[in-house]
C-alpha cells in the first residue's frame, strides 16, 4: 500500500506506533529532549486503563511515549480532562481520540485545539442508553443487550482513523475510520455533522478491513483476505471506490456505493 503520514496501531491493545512524525512532532520532540530518530515511537496508555474503566481520571490523562531502543525511558504526553481513553490515529501532526462519551475528536497536542467529530450515536447499529434522571448511562450496540459504559464502546467501536491534511492549515480535510469490529469503513468532511458508511463488508464471509492510508488525493484500504481499495472521496459524482487488487477467497459487498 501507499506510505501516509498515519499512523499504525501496533498488535498491542493500548499502544500506537507513531512511525512517521510530523514536522511539527519532531520539532516539538527536540525541544523536549526526545531523541531525534527514524525508529518508530510508541505511545501507551496501558498504565491508565483501570481509572479510565472506572472514570478516575486526573484533570489530566497523561501517557507515556517509548523509544524502541531505550524502553526503560518514557517521555510523557498530556491531554485534557475528558478527551482522552483512547488513540485511534495520528495524522499530520494531530491525534484522533476517543473520548469520555466514547466520540472522536482531532486534538493538537501542541496547540491543545480540539476539533469535534460527529458522535458515536450517528451510527444506526449504536443507541444511547440514559438514566431515570436523564444522564447517559451507555451505549446500546445493534439490538440490544449488553449497555457497554459511556466511556467503554469507543474503546472497542473504532479501529483506525486517518486525516487527509492538516486542519492547521484550514483546508477540507477528511477523516476515514475503520470501525464496528473492522468491517465497516466511514468518513465525515470538515464542518459534516454527520458521518457517512462508506462500506460495510459481509461478516458472514469472516473478511475485516486491516488498515487505511492516505496517499495522492486518494484513501486506501486493504482487507485481511488481501482486496485493496481506492477510494476517490472528492469526486464529481459524489464518493466512488475502485479495487485494486480483488480477494483471495470471499466476495464483498460495499454500501451504498
Not at 501496533?10 to 512532532?25: D, E, G, R, V
Not at 499530520?92 to 466520540?103: D, R, T, Y
Not at 492549515?169 to 469490529?181: A, Q, T
Not at 458508511?197 to 496517499?215: G, P, Q
Request: aromatic letters at 10%; one cysteine or more; charged letters at 15%.
Amino acid at each position: 500500500m501507499p506510505s501516509s503520514s498515519s499512523c499504525n496501531a501496533s498488535s498491542f491493545p493500548n499502544h500506537l506506533s507513531l512511525h512517521q512524525f510530523a514536522q511539527q512532532w519532531r520539532a516539538a520532540a527536540m525541544t523536549a529532549g526526545v531523541p531525534r530518530s527514524c525508529t518508530p515511537l510508541i505511545l501507551s496508555w496501558a498504565h491508565l486503563q483501570e481509572r479510565l474503566a472506572q472514570a478516575e481520571c486526573p484533570s489530566a490523562v497523561t501517557c507515556n511515549l517509548y523509544h524502541l531502543l531505550d524502553g526503560n525511558k518514557a517521555y510523557g504526553v498530556s491531554f485534557p480532562r475528558g478527551c482522552f481513553t483512547a488513540c485511534c490515529g495520528a495524522s499530520h501532526g494531530w491525534l484522533v481520540l476517543v473520548n469520555e462519551l466514547s466520540n472522536l475528536v482531532l486534538y493538537n497536542p501542541f496547540t491543545t485545539r480540539i476539533i469535534p467529530l460527529p458522535p458515536i450515536t450517528d451510527f444506526s447499529c449504536v443507541e444511547a442508553v440514559y438514566r431515570s434522571g436523564g444522564s447517559l448511562e451507555g451505549y446500546h450496540l445493534g439490538t440490544g443487550g449488553r449497555v457497554f459504559g459511556s466511556n467503554e464502546l469507543g474503546t472497542l467501536f473504532y479501529q483506525k482513523a486517518v486525516l487527509s491534511c492538516s486542519p492547521s492549515k484550514g483546508g477540507d480535510y477528511i477523516v476515514m475510520i475503520i470501525h464496528h469490529d473492522s468491517d465497516w469503513l466511514s468518513f465525515v468532511k470538515a464542518g459534516q455533522r454527520n458521518w457517512q458508511v462508506a462500506s460495510t463488508l459481509v461478516v458472514s464471509e469472516k473478511d475485516r478491513y486491516a488498515d487505511c492510508a492516505y496517499h495522492g488525493g486518494r484513501f486506501y484500504t486493504v482487507t485481511f483476505l488481501g482486496m485493496v481499495e481506492k477510494w476517490d472521496i472528492n469526486g464529481s459524482n459524489g464518493p466512488t471506490r475502485e479495487v485494486v487488487v480483488g480477494c483471495h477467497k470471499a466476495p464483498c459487498r460495499t454500501d451504498p456505493y
